[in-house]
């Protein structure tokens, strides 16, 4: 079992940036590949980056490519999301998510936070 946590969330300008993170509780955590997800208002959930167990390897979605950067500390049993470079477009509610592999579909994800909500002002 994994319990998650989200902090970080808020209202940025565009151009800003905010850091993301997932605060993981269970001893399997490291076992785990991590994901980032969002969901505007009206609209589908859809898949931002995820890495793996060991960290050595990311994925992200076409709109955030060189501007968010995923990564974690199994120490700490936490995951961040990086974002620069924001934009009005980016406003959503973010959830972090744990699965047996990572990728970008939602049902490969067994755990799911709560959500943070960000907002970005043009």
């Known amino acids: 079992q994994v319990q998650l946590v989200e902090s970080g969330g808020g209202l940025v300008q565009a151009g800003g940036s905010l850091r993301l993170s997932c605060a993981a509780s269970?001893?399997?955590?490291?076992?785990?590949?991590m994901g980032w997800f969002r969901q505007a208002p009206g609209k589908e959930r859809e898949f931002v980056a995820s890495?793996?167990?060991?960290?050595?390897?990311?994925y992200y979605a076409d709109s955030v490519k060189g501007r968010f950067t995923i990564s974690r500390d199994n120490a700490k049993t936490t995951v961040y999301l990086q974002m620069n470079s924001l934009k009005p477009e980016d406003t959503a509610a973010y959830y972090c998510a744990a699965g047996p592999g990572f990728g970008s579909h939602a049902n490969g994800y067994d755990y799911w936070g709560q959500g943070t909500q960000v907002t970005v002002s043009s």
């Open positions: 269970g001893r399997t955590f490291r076992w785990y590949g």
């Open positions: 890495i793996r167990w060991s960290g050595g390897g990311t």
